[in-house]
């Protein structure tokens, strides 16, 4: 879509307006703490004390951001091919299927690292079968992609429910998930890494996933904007047409970027089930695919943007617990709306400043927008 | 005579648990109608079905409820509205962020306001709407089969029922038989032709977002204030969502999407009804399978295997007057 409005300098335009976005976001989030009857700045400081206060706490806020970079990616990656992914819940749930099949397979047989690449497979096999139908119906159906990946994460829910219930719980046991995974299904925990800052954790699930995220990420990168089929998919993203008159296949790349946002969406179920809690559990995603939509807008869509909204969220979730603790009108669920808001402001009204700020530009200094004497092309 | 009896009692719990989704699935009508895709209905009953239980619970009378319900449902579309018509923003994004405000602010207000972990204080008696017994209800109910289906499936409802039913009509009336309607089935299919006509293409859509928001508002107060006695957290329950899909079922109609709605609320009642009994022939239907059956049966309309349904041709396009 075209930018609505004044031309803007590129550092503005990738870091001030998503900045300001961010900031009004989070301001009117403390308006809600405000309204709760809580004081918005004793929140934000328990919150940061939360995130960062120990080696603990950061263990945990890199934790929730490893699940979160995942499903980020997975957004960021059908943005640019013109794709809402909408459906990253689902496919993390469906993921965790497949982590779990290979661990309850392998975990007797086999030390962890090499269940770990199975079960990195596994969960991005699943994750992308999940996304592939609604992708094929977009292909070749013109069915939307946003109503069918909706659609299958409820058909997820109750695929997992009866499987939870049924096949996979072992005989005598009433809560429904799966046996405990043995160590050659457990992932080792990241504690050391923190530990050679000087920090002491007595237990964290922080697990080896995070640095699996972060190689994701520069794939993803590498993938985006430095290979031919990176290049196709940003094609097809801006403009259609423009694709279609450079002979790329439409349906192909719509397939193939699906593919890999439900991969990577599904890879996200690594870091719970095999890196924490060690079995497959009802709910096990908690809205983590949805954060990925708010980290993707957030991040621009970019890796190096994705993995700092990743933790930004990674501390609001971990520091989000805290809050709850000192404040008892202040719920987790505080990070429901934030995470709404950011989505709205970031998202949804992303261009909401940009008339305003360009008017700024163009008054303080007119050669940033391109409107000085020489005439230049704006930077 | 049981066979009656049962399909008496299973038609009634559908006719209860399709009136929220045919309110939402109206809503969503008039909004996709005009070419604004909505996919924040379930944000927006939610936060009706809070601001309702929780003016009646105050104030002790459900009408303030279901004027408390309507205005925050439509101040909620609005903002859909201004970041969709004025910003000219993503509406799929917008839908979205809908949702989760919606999910977030209402669990957290509830707690703040009635400290009863995030929900309203229960409804009781006339802070809820009550059900009406129909003229000759129980005096007709001795009649074999008519009399059972006046007397248990038609009769003994809250108002909001009777309200819905008449709204798929009225619907139907303002969006095929009004100028009003015309015009705003030709902003969703053509603005530009529309615009050229000398009509304001952004208050038109306005207009349709804010009949989405009331409509919403009903969905949302018969949810807290006559099918439940009072808000829970996310009571909505994916409903939102389920509407959008009958609205899609319905190909944007509004008698077929009475009957959508009246189908999916039949599938869940029957598997609330069914649950661990086994059926003649097909034997043990699992719950979640008919749980998922209307999402299936959406992708499976969706990919046109039965009948094409093709939305409004302007739906999700920002309209930019100048090019």
């Known amino acids: ?379 | 005579m049981e066979v009656v009896t049962f399909f008496a009692q299973v038609f009634d719990s559908t006719i209860r648990l399709s009136i929220p989704l045919l309110f939402a699935c109206l809503a969503g009508l008039f909004s996709e109608r005009a070419g604004v895709f909505d996919i924040g209905l379930e944000g927006k009953m939610l936060a009706a079905a809070f601001a309702g239980a929780a003016m009646a619970a105050v104030y002790g009378n459900p009408w303030l409820g279901l004027m408390a319900a309507i205005v925050v449902s439509t101040a909620f579309a609005l903002v859909h509205g201004f970041a969709s018509i004025t910003n000219r923003g993503n509406q799929i994004v917008s839908g979205v962020a809908i949702n989760f405000i919606a999910a977030g602010a209402t669990v957290i207000l509830g707690q703040a306001w009635f400290m009863q972990g995030g929900r309203t204080p229960s409804l009781t008696g006339d802070q809820r709407f009550t059900a009406i017994t129909l003229p000759f209800a129980s005096e007709l109910r001795g009649v074999p089969i008519i009399g059972e289906i006046y007397s248990v499936v038609l009769s003994g409802h809250s108002i909001l029922v009777y309200i819905a039913f008449f709204m798929v009509f009225f619907s139907w009336w303002v969006l095929f038989r009004t100028r009003f309607g015309l015009r705003l089935r030709a902003v969703g299919e053509n603005p530009a032709a529309v615009d050229t006509a000398g009509i304001s293409v952004a208050w038109l859509r306005y207009r349709a977002v804010i009949c989405t928001g009331i409509l919403c508002g009903f969905a949302g107060a018969y949810l807290s204030m006559s099918i439940g006695a009072g808000f829970v957290k996310d009571m909505t329950a994916g409903r939102g969502f389920i509407a959008l899909a009958a609205l899609i079922f319905a190909k944007w109609r509004p008698g077929p999407a009475m009957l959508a709605c009246l189908l999916f609320g039949f599938l869940d009642a029957i598997s609330i009804r069914l649950q661990g009994t086994p059926l003649p022939m097909v034997g043990r239907v699992p719950a979640q399978f008919l749980q998922a059956l209307p999402y299936v049966l959406t992708v499976v309309l969706l990919a046109g295997f039965i009948g094409r349904a093709i939305p409004p041709r302007a739906g999700g396009v920002p309209y930019v007057k100048e090019r």
């Open chain 1, 1 to 379: 879509m075209a930018i609505p409005h004044g031309k803007l300098p590129g550092w503005a335009d990738y870091g001030l307006l998503p900045l300001i976005n961010v900031i009004v976001a989070f301001s009117v989030s403390g308006l809600v703490v405000l309204l709760a009857g809580e004081s918005p700045v004793r929140a934000a400081s328990l919150l940061v004390e939360g995130a960062f206060g120990s080696g603990q706490n950061i263990a945990y806020t890199l934790y929730y951001a490893t699940s979160f970079i995942f499903t980020g990616l997975a957004v960021a990656v059908a943005f640019h091919g013109g794709l809402f992914n909408i459906g990253g819940e689902g496919q993390a749930y469906v993921g965790g299927l497949g982590v779990a099949l290979v661990c309850l397979w392998l975990d007797t047989l086999v030390p962890w690292w090499i269940t770990f690449p199975v079960a990195i497979l596994g969960a991005a096999l699943a994750g992308a079968a999940w996304a592939f139908i609604p992708a094929i119906l977009q292909a070749k159906r013109g069915s939307h992609v946003v109503i069918t990946t909706i659609m299958f994460n409820f058909i997820a829910a109750s695929l997992m429910v009866y499987l939870l219930v049924g096949p996979l719980k072992p005989a005598g046991q009433m809560a429904p998930q799966t046996r405990t995974f043995f160590e050659g299904g457990q992932l080792p925990k990241l504690n050391w890494m923190l530990e050679a800052f000087g920090f002491t954790i007595r237990s964290s699930p922080l697990n080896i996933s995070f640095l699996l995220a972060l190689v994701c990420a520069f794939l993803v990168w590498i993938l985006i904007w430095r290979t031919r089929l990176g290049y196709e998919i940003r094609t097809q993203g801006h403009s259609p047409k423009a694709a279609r008159y450079a002979g790329i296949g439409e349906a192909r790349i719509v397939v193939i970027t699906m593919l890999i946002s439900g991969a990577l969406a599904g890879m996200m179920a690594l870091n719970p089930v095999m890196g924490d809690t060690n079995r497959l559990q009802l709910d096990f995603v908690t809205g983590a695919g949805f954060v990925g939509i708010a980290v993707a807008l957030m991040g621009r869509s970019h890796p190096a943007g994705i993995v700092p909204a990743a933790i930004l969220f990674g501390m609001l979730y971990q520091g989000g617990a805290e809050i709850a603790f000192m404040m008892p009108n202040i719920s987790r669920d505080m990070i429901v709306i934030i995470q709404g808001l950011v989505i709205l402001f970031a998202g949804a009204l992303e261009h909401m400043f940009r008339p305003w700020l360009a008017a700024a530009f163009a008054s303080v200094s007119p050669r940033s927008v391109g409107l000085g004497r020489t005439g230049r092309e704006g930077a």
